[in-house]
């Protein structure tokens, strides 16, 4: 059977398309979906999906899904910024979690520019819009084949 991976996504990430096309490109969240469950067969993972508004949603989609995942790609959008209680259900599930945002958030407001979610994260990719959960998709191969 294949490994899964959990790509989740949080806060008005169901927008993208309709987002600040700067910030985010121009690919609907469906749109993203599909092309990171491709990347991911060429490296054998089949892609859980997963998107809420909410962060009891999320932190209920991680305890479920975590026991068949072997890897977590997460974008809370700006959950990222203030959840501590996101950062703990990452920690609790004991997997290996890379956190990507489509922009530079580093380059942007100052409050984006600190995430509460990075110390339960293996590595942080930001700015490189879908180009950023592909290479989160290599980071995780080489992580488990470590
Ligand atoms: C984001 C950056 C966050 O600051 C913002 O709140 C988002 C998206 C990104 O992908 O660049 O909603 O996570």
Not at 10 to 16: E, K, P, Y
Not at 62 to 79: D, K, R, T, V, Y
């Amino acid at each position: 059977m294949m490994k899964k991976i959990l790509l989740m996504h949080g806060a008005n990430l169901n927008f993208l398309g309709k987002r600040n096309p700067e910030h985010y490109g121009n690919l609907t969240l469906s749109d993203l979906e599909k092309i990171v469950t491709k990347e991911a067969l060429k490296f054998n993972f089949d892609i859980i999906n997963y998107q809420s508004n909410h962060e009891g949603n999320l932190i209920d989609a991680l305890q479920e899904h975590a026991s068949n995942c072997a890897g977590i790609i997460i974008n809370p959008g700006a959950f990222s910024h203030y959840s501590y209680a996101l950062h703990d259900a990452l920690l609790d599930t004991n997997l290996p979690v890379v956190e990507v945002h489509l922009s530079k958030v580093t380059g942007r407001e100052i409050w984006r520019r600190t995430s509460v979610i990075e110390p339960a994260c293996i590595h942080v990719i930001e700015g490189k819009k879908e180009n950023g959960y592909k290479e989160a998709i290599k980071v995780i191969s080489e992580y488990l084949n470590k």
